[in-house]
């Protein structure tokens, strides 16, 4: 059983920042990658930004330049630094990770979501 533990959101006024943190515990024999999504009301889930276990990072455009994820291997943890934050950031905010359970084949895992929310 592998589970991934969200912390860090809230309410910010914009321009603010806020940093998000997702622990993976559980039977894990590897992780790789690990990332963000988020949902807003009404619309799709859609990726913020992911690492891979050698560090390689990826955003998408909106984010580009004004968040920051990062991760910590040995913890199993990945974070996500979010900084001139916007009303369009608004949404729930998904940790995923892409995990390899010994006995068993790799698959996806989710986190149970955080709110962050973005007053103008």
């Known amino acids: 059983q592998v589970q991934l533990v969200e912390s860090g959101g809230g309410l910010v006024q914009a321009g603010g920042s806020l940093r998000l943190s997702c622990a993976a515990s559980?039977?894990?024999?590897?992780?790789?990658?690990m990332g963000w999504c988020r949902q807003a009301p009404g619309k799709q889930r859609e990726l913020v930004a992911a690492i891979g276990r050698g560090g390689i990072t990826s955003y998408r455009d909106s984010v580009q330049g004004r968040f920051t994820i990062s991760s910590n291997n040995a913890k199993n943890t990945v974070y996500l630094q979010m900084n001139s934050l916007k009303p369009e950031d608004t949404a729930v905010y998904y940790c995923?990770?892409?995990?390899?359970?010994?006995?068993?084949?790799?698959?996806?895992?989710w986190g149970q979501g955080t709110q962050v929310t973005v007053s103008s």
């Open positions: 995923n990770a892409f995990v390899v359970v010994p006995g068993r084949g790799p698959a996806d895992y």
């Open positions: 559980g039977s894990i024999f590897s992780i790789n990658p």
